[in-house]
C-alpha cells in the first residue's frame, strides 16, 4: 500500500484537548499580572474582582437580570452537584443520559440521594434520548452538550415553557458555544476550563428565580456539605452571588478567567463565539464527510457538538478488531499525532465508544483545524501499514 508523505505543515497551536482546553489565542502568563495574590478574598478589592468575573459573565451570556449567578468550587462537578443536592427531592425527576457525565448524574441522583421517584431516559453514545417523553411536571436533569460523545441538544424547544418542574442544565462544554433558552432553564452549570480555556478548579451556577424560589421553600431530607450550601435560615445566601465565595478560590485562576471573559467581548460575545466554534467545528466535519475511514459518532447531524467532536474509526480492517483491538487502534493515531506535536489529547474518553475526540471550541484556530487533517490521514495510514504487518 502507497503511505502518505508526512505533512509539511503542523497546527500552530496543537492543543485539542476537550477539557482543559486551549488557552485563548495571544494568551500568555503577562495577563496575569494584575492577579489580586497574597490578599484575602474577602478585601474589597477581592470582592471587587469577583464580582467582575459574575457581571462579565451575564453580559457574554447574555444572562437575564433577575437570575443570580455564583462562583462555586469544584469546577463544574461541584456547581451541578450542588445544584442536585439542594433542589432535587421535593417532587419527581426525569433524568436524561447519553455518555458518561450524564449517566454519572443519574448515578448520584439514586445512589447517593437515593431518590425513589426516577425516571432513566438513557441513549447509546452517538444518540439522544426520546426528547418528546419528557414528563416536565417533573425536575428534568440533563446536559447541555454531551463532552464524551459529541452528541448535543439541537435546542430548547422541547422544553416545557410551562413546566411545573425545574430545569438543571449541565452546560460545561456547551455554554459560550451554543444558544441558550434562558426561558426554559433553572438552574444551569458549567466550568471555566472549557469553551473560554480558563483555568480549572471553579464552576458557575445560574439559577432563574423558579429555583431560587424552590431553595427557599424546600429543605432537602439529607444533611448537605457546607460547599453545597446555598441558604441559611430559609433564605438565599446573597453573598455567593455578589462575589462572597463558599470557600477560597484561586484568585490567580480568577484573573485568567476575567482575561478570557475580556477576550469574549472582543470576538463579538456570544455572537462572535459561537461563530467560532461553529467554523471550527465545520471544517472538520466537512473532512469527516469526505473520508471513508472516519465518521462522527453523534447519529443525527442535527446533534452534532461544536465544541467536543467525537469520532469514529470505520475503517472494516479496525472495526473486525474487538474492542480491545480499536482502542489500540485509535490510541496508536492518538501516540503518534501527540509525538508529532500535531494534535494533542485526541484520544476517546475512558468510558466511550473506542475513536477519537477533537476539541473545535472558540478558543482554537479554524487555520489549525484545517492544518490538522493531513496529519489524521498519515497517521491513520500508519497504523494500518502497522496493522497489516501484525496481521
Known amino acids: 500500500m502507497t503511505t502518505l508523505a508526512k505533512p509539511a505543515v503542523r497546527p500552530a497551536n496543537p492543543h485539542f484537548s476537550s477539557g482543559p482546553c486551549a488557552k485563548r489565542p495571544g494568551w500568555s502568563p503577562a495577563v496575569l499580572k494584575d492577579a489580586f495574590l497574597g490578599r484575602s478574598h474577602r478585601a474589597r478589592e477581592g470582592k471587587a474582582r469577583l464580582q467582575l468575573a459574575i457581571d462579565r459573565t451575564r453580559a457574554v451570556l447574555e444572562v437575564p437580570d433577575d437570575f ?44 447517593q440521594l437515593k431518590l425513589d421517584d426516577v425516571r432513566r431516559l438513557e441513549a447509546d453514545y ?49 455554554a459560550f458555544a451554543q444558544p441558550i433558552d434562558w426561558g426554559k432553564v433553572d438552574a444551569l452549570t458549567f466550568s471555566w476550563q472549557k469553551v473560554l480555556g480558563s483555568e480549572g478548579a471553579h464552576g458557575m451556577l445560574i439559577l432563574s428565580p423558579r429555583a431560587v424560589e424552590r431553595l427557599e421553600s424546600y429543605n432537602p431530607r439529607w444533611p448537605l456539605p457546607k460547599i453545597f450550601r446555598l441558604t441559611k435560615d430559609g433564605r438565599l445566601i446573597d453573598g455567593i452571588f455578589v ?83 480499536q482502542a489500540k487502534f485509535a490510541k496508536g493515531i492518538a501516540s503518534l499525532l501527540d509525538a508529532e506535536d500535531a494534535a494533542k489529547d485526541i484520544s476517546f474518553y475512558r468510558d466511550a465508544p473506542p475513536g477519537l475526540r477533537i476539541w473545535t471550541g472558540a478558543t482554537v484556530e479554524t487555520a489549525d483545524v484545517a492544518a490538522l487533517l493531513p496529519w489524521l490521514d498519515w497517521a491513520f495510514e500508519r497504523c494500518i501499514a502497522d496493522l497489516i504487518r501484525e496481521s
Request: glycine letters at 10%; hydrophobic letters at 45%.
Open 68 to 111: 443570580r449567578i455564583g462562583i462555586m468550587p469544584a469546577s463544574d462537578t461541584g456547581a451541578f452537584e450542588a445544584a442536585m443536592w439542594t433542589l432535587l427531592g421535593e417532587r419527581g425527576v426525569d433524568v436524561l443520559a447519553w455518555e458518561s457525565f450524564g449517566k454519572g448524574w443519574v448515578s448520584d441522583i439514586v445512589n
Open 126 to 174: 452517538g444518540r439522544l434520548p426520546d426528547l418528546s417523553a419528557v414528563d416536565f411536571s417533573c425536575d428534568v436533569v440533563f446536559t447541555m452538550n454531551g463532552t464524551t460523545s459529541g452528541v448535543r441538544i439541537p435546542n430548547f424547544e422541547w422544553v416545557a415553557a410551562d413546566r411545573s418542574g425545574l430545569t438543571l442544565v449541565d452546560a460545561t462544554s456547551g
Open 243 to 325: 462575589g462572597e465565595t463558599i470557600n477560597t478560590p484561586s484568585m490567580l485562576a480568577v484573573e485568567d478567567y476575567l482575561d478570557a471573559l475580556a477576550w469574549a467581548l472582543d470576538q463579538g460575545g456570544l455572537k462572535g463565539l459561537m461563530a467560532r466554534a461553529d467554523a471550527n467545528a465545520r471544517v472538520l466535519i466537512d473532512w469527516v464527510n469526505a473520508t471513508d475511514w472516519v465518521a462522527n459518532l453523534a447519529d443525527d447531524p442535527a446533534t452534532y457538538s461544536n465544541t467536543s467532536v467525537c469520532l469514529k474509526i470505520v475503517d472494516p480492517r479496525v472495526m473486525s478488531l474487538d474492542r480491545d483491538g
